[in-house]
């Protein structure tokens, strides 16, 4: 698949590269996309959360009645789960959410999600992203001259870019990251992928594998 390469004012260059078949005109499949997906975001869970048991409840331990000759039931400290400010039965406990997903099934997702966009149109190559310091003004109006304002856009990054990164934090739709961290998730949540000089290069590379 070839593409013309733009600057950021939306201009052709002349210039055109070849994205890789392996990686960007595979047979997508759903599945690696789903597990992937599902990886991902269960991995943004802290897994924290927590309550308190009896043993962690602050309270005497003191027997509330003696065990026969009451006509009531049998009770136990005034930690017991049964009464009011007791501890929690079955509550949540601190656990990591991580799944297993292959390499090489994160890796076909990946090359799914990208074939995705390719089919729709929805990647772009741009010459370079020139910023002195940073200015979300700047980079706002570059979204603009490509045609994406208000579209969720994925900008992929050769090198890291601190101008870059600190231009893009504040708009809500534009997601920069570094070619090699790129994941399913942000690619299929976003309308177009913006490649910046050879990151389409990076990633071909790092999918090969």
Known sequence: ??????????????????????VFAVEPND?????????????QRTGTH????????????????KQ?????????????????????????????????VNKSTQRLARKSAL????????????DTIAMDKPRTKDFAAMLKNLSLEGKKTLVLL??????????????????VQIASLVNTYDIMNSHNVVFVGN??????ELLKK
Do not use: C, W
């Not at 599945?31 to 991995?43: C, M, P, Q």
């Not at 927590?50 to 009645?65: A, N, V, Y």
């Not at 406990?93 to 991580?98: F, L, M, S, T, V």
């Open 1 to 22: 698949m070839k593409l013309e390469v733009i600057n950021t004012s939306g201009q052709k260059t002349g210039k055109s590269v070849t994205l890789d078949a392996s």
């Open 31 to 43: 599945h690696a996309i789903y597990l992937d997906v599902k990886r991902y975001l269960a991995a």
């Open 50 to 65: 927590k309550s308190k048991h009896r043993g962690e409840i602050h309270g005497s331990t003191r027997k509330l009645h």
């Open 68 to 100: 026969k000759g009451t006509g009531g039931s049998r009770k136990g400290s005034i930690k017991n789960p049964l009464f009011r400010q007791g501890g929690t039965i079955f509550g949540p406990r601190p656990r990591n959410y991580d799944i297993k």
């Open 115 to 126: 074939t995705y966009k390719a089919k729709e149109n929805g990647i772009m190559v741009l």
């Open 158 to 175: 050769p090198e890291r870019m601190d101008n870059v990164f600190l231009s893009s934090r504040n708009l809500e739709k534009a997601n």
């Open 199 to 204: 990151a389409h290069e990076v990633v071909t």
